[in-house]
C-alpha cells in the first residue's frame, strides 16, 4: 500500500482497446473509428508531405480550359469564311481577274427558266423567315411546357440573327454598287446576295434549333442534309435564273457562315451556364449517417 504512489499508473485492458483507434472488437463501443470517415475532406489520401490532396472536382463545374483543337477550330469557322469574304468583296471592287473570271461563268450558267425561278424563291423573306418563325414558336412553346430555364434564349437568338442580315447586306449593296447580270438590267446593288444569306441564316438556325430534339442520328443527318440541299437550291436558282452572279452567293454563304458560327456560340455558351447552374443547386448525395 505504501509503494502505490510511487510507481506510474496502469492503465485497465478493457478501457485500452476501447479508446484504441481502428479496433474493431465486437464489445468495443467505438467500432465505426474502423471505418473510413464518411466526409470528402476526410475520405482524400494525403500527398507526399502527409497532408490531404486536392479536393474532388465539383460536378457541374468545368476542371480544364478548352484545348488547343476547339480554340483552332472555332478561329477556322470564323476567320477562314470572313477572310475568303474580303477577298471575293476586294476582287468585286476592283473589278479584279476573280470578278471578271465570276462574269464569264455567269454568261455560260444563265438559262431563266421558271423552275429556277422558283427555287430562288425559297431564299427570299416571304417563305424562309415564316419557316423560320414556326421552329422558333415551336421550340419556344415545347422548351417553356417542360419547365425550361431560359427556354427563350434560343429563339431570341436566332430572331436577333435574322434581324441582323438585313443591316449587314443592305449597307454592303451599297457600298459596293456591283451591277447585275445582263438579264437585271441597269442597276446595281447586287452584291452580296440577300436571298443567299436570308436562306443560310434561317434554315441554318431552324436547323440548329431542331438538331437537339431529334433522337436518332439518321434523323438528325437528314435534317442536316435537307438544310444542306434547300441552300444549294436556293444558289442554283439565283444563278441559273441570272438575279446574282455566282460571287455575290459565294459572299453571302461566307457571311452566313460567319453568323451561324456567332449563334452556336452563343447558344453553347448559354447551354453552359444553365447546367452549372442546375448542377450548383442540386444538394450532393449522401452515402451514409453521419
Excluded at 465486437?26 to 479536393?55: F, I, K, V
Excluded at 477556322?76 to 471592287?93: D, K, R
Excluded at 421552329?135 to 419547365?147: D, I
Excluded at 448559354?270 to 448542377?279: L, N
Amino acid at each position: 500500500m505504501g509503494d502505490t504512489g510511487s510507481r506510474p499508473p496502469q492503465l485497465r485492458p478493457g478501457r485500452a482497446l476501447a479508446h484504441t483507434p481502428g479496433a474493431s472488437s465486437s464489445g468495443s463501443p467505438h467500432r465505426s473509428d474502423s471505418r473510413p470517415p464518411q466526409t470528402p475532406r476526410g475520405a482524400r489520401r494525403s500527398g507526399p508531405d502527409g497532408r490531404p490532396g486536392t479536393t474532388p472536382p465539383v460536378p457541374g463545374r468545368p476542371t480544364s480550359l478548352p484545348g488547343p483543337v476547339g480554340v483552332l477550330g472555332l478561329l477556322g469557322c470564323l476567320g477562314l469564311p470572313a477572310a475568303l469574304f474580303a477577298l471575293i468583296t476586294w476582287q468585286v471592287v476592283a473589278h479584279g481577274p476573280l470578278a471578271r473570271a465570276d462574269e464569264r461563268l455567269s454568261r455560260s450558267l444563265v438559262h431563266p427558266d421558271r423552275f429556277s425561278e422558283l427555287l430562288a424563291d425559297l431564299g427570299g423573306v416571304p417563305v424562309a423567315v415564316p419557316v423560320l418563325a414556326v421552329v422558333l414558336g415551336y421550340v419556344a412553346l415545347s422548351a417553356r411546357a417542360a419547365g425550361r430555364e431560359g427556354w427563350w434564349r434560343a429563339p431570341a437568338v436566332a430572331a436577333v440573327l435574322m434581324a441582323v442580315v438585313p443591316a449587314v447586306i443592305v449597307p454592303l449593296k451599297e457600298l459596293v454598287a456591283r451591277p447585275g447580270p445582263p438579264v437585271m438590267g441597269p442597276g446595281t446593288g447586287f452584291y452580296p446576295s440577300g436571298h443567299t444569306a436570308t436562306a443560310v441564316v434561317a434554315y441554318g438556325c431552324a436547323t440548329l434549333l431542331l438538331l437537339p430534339r431529334l433522337r436518332t442520328a439518321r434523323a438528325r443527318r437528314g435534317l442536316l442534309g435537307l438544310s444542306l440541299a434547300v441552300n444549294l437550291a436556293v444558289a442554283f436558282g439565283l444563278v441559273r435564273r441570272g438575279y446574282h452572279w455566282p460571287l455575290d452567293v459565294v459572299a453571302s454563304w461566307c457571311l452566313g457562315a460567319v453568323l451561324l458560327t456567332v449563334a452556336v456560340v452563343i447558344l453553347d455558351r448559354g447551354v453552359s451556364r444553365s447546367s452549372r447552374r442546375s448542377s450548383a443547386g442540386t444538394p450532393s448525395p449522401r452515402t451514409g449517417p453521419s
